[in-house]
């Protein structure tokens, strides 16, 4: 049972770029959850999922897409990548109010 | 809309000492309320929770009440470790059915040998 799993762990983008994080988890979770953690911030929901196609925006949706094909996968397209998506990316799933998170990815875009 | 704010960071103790971290919340109805802590390189890990008012929650030595009538969860531990040396996240779960997450900014703590 390997839980939440993300990939890849650290990437650097250049501006205009595009790149896809992914993520899987293996608990057959209805509810799934993409954020960013900015230095000295909390967490921020990009977007989330509440099963296989279905998903709503978060906080800061701006500038991802996502989507929800399956129950294990929850991929986070970046379609430009802009200097202020620098960020480290948490993907989280869960059946009830307790979420579980991934490793994390972060991205560098320069 | 709903909130979460913590105490500030960082918090530097000696081992041994008691830790208190202040979390309060502004909600609509009565959300679950939850302790998340993210040691260097990980991800955040679950480590308490309460689903109602004068729950108290508790794992590893610390410990969270969830109080109503002051809106706050304040997590405590009596001795703490070096290993306890985190950022700790306060969170709470939106009554709305889709169990998103209102976080606060989080609290670095750093215990020294």
């Known amino acids: 049972n390997a839980g939440v799993t993300q990939t890849p762990k650290f990437r650097i983008l250049k501006i205009g770029q595009s790149m896809t994080l992914q993520c899987t988890q293996d608990?057959?979770?209805?509810?799934m959850y993409w954020y960013r953690q900015d230095p000295g911030m909390g967490l921020k929901l990009i977007y989330y999922?509440?099963?296989?196609?279905?998903?709503d925006k978060g906080e800061v949706p701006n500038g991802y897409n996502v989507s929800r094909s399956t129950t294990e996968d929850f991929p986070l397209r970046l379609e430009l990548a802009a200097p202020s998506q620098t960020s480290v990316y948490f993907c989280?799933?869960?059946?009830?109010?307790?979420?579980?998170f991934g490793p994390g990815t972060r991205l560098l875009v320069l | 809309g709903d909130s979460v704010t913590q105490m500030e960071g960082p918090v530097t103790l000696s081992e041994e000492a008691f830790l208190t971290i202040n979390c309060t919340y502004t909600?609509?109805?009565?959300?679950?309320l939850f302790w998340y802590v993210q040691y260097p390189g990980e991800g955040l890990q679950l480590l308490l929770k309460a689903t109602k008012a004068d729950d108290k929650g508790s794992n590893k030595g610390f410990e969270a009440t969830y109080r109503k009538e002051t809106t706050s969860f304040h997590l405590e531990k009596g001795s703490v470790q070096v290993s306890d040396s985190a950022v700790y996240f306060c969170a709470l779960s939106e009554v709305s059915g889709t169990y998103k997450y209102i976080f606060g900014t989080g609290t670095r703590l750093k215990v020294l040998a």
């Open positions: 608990m057959n979770h209805n509810y």
């Open positions: 999922s509440v099963g296989a196609g279905i998903t």
């Open positions: 909600a609509t109805g009565y959300p679950s």
């Open positions: 989280a799933s869960s059946y009830d109010e307790t979420q579980y």
